[in-house]
Nanobody
Framework: QVQLVESGGGLVQAGGSLRLSCAAS????????MAWFRQAPGKEREFVAA????????VYANSVKGRFTISRDNAKNTVYLQMNSLKPEDTAVYYC?????????????????WGQGTQVTVSS
């Protein structure tokens, strides 16, 4: 069992930065691939970024590549999402998710655990 708690969301102007954190409970955090998803009002939940167990491999959605950076600290059971050059279209609720095992996936329904989400609002 893994419990995930996101933090760090807020209101920021376009071009600004935010850093999201996701704190995980459980002793097997390092066994999970971790990812960030987001969901804007009236839209489906979409993949943002994912990171491997060790943190050595990452995958990004094209819409955030070059602006967002995912990282993890297994000693702290925490995964981060550094978001730079934010745009109004990045406005959404951001969710942290955990996938047990070696599989890579950008499909929300394949993830095993989810956090409650944190709101990110980018004003123009």
């Amino acid at each position: 069992q893994v419990q995930l708690v996101e933090s760090g969301g807020g209101l920021v102007q376009a071009g600004g930065s935010l850093r999201l954190s996701c704190a995980a409970s459980g002793r097997t955090f390092s066994s999970y691939r971790m990812a960030w998803f987001r969901q804007a009002p009236g839209k489906e939940r979409e993949f943002v970024a994912a990171i491997s167990w060790s943190g050595g491999n990452t995958v990004y959605a094209n819409s955030v590549k070059g602006r967002f950076t995912i990282s993890r600290d297994n000693a702290k059971n925490t995964v981060y999402l550094q978001m730079n050059s934010l745009k109004p279209e990045d406005t959404a609720v951001y969710y942290c998710a955990a996938l047990f095992g070696a599989k890579w996936s950008d499909r929300p329904n394949e993830y095993d655990y989810w956090g409650q989400g944190t709101q990110v609002t980018v004003s123009s």
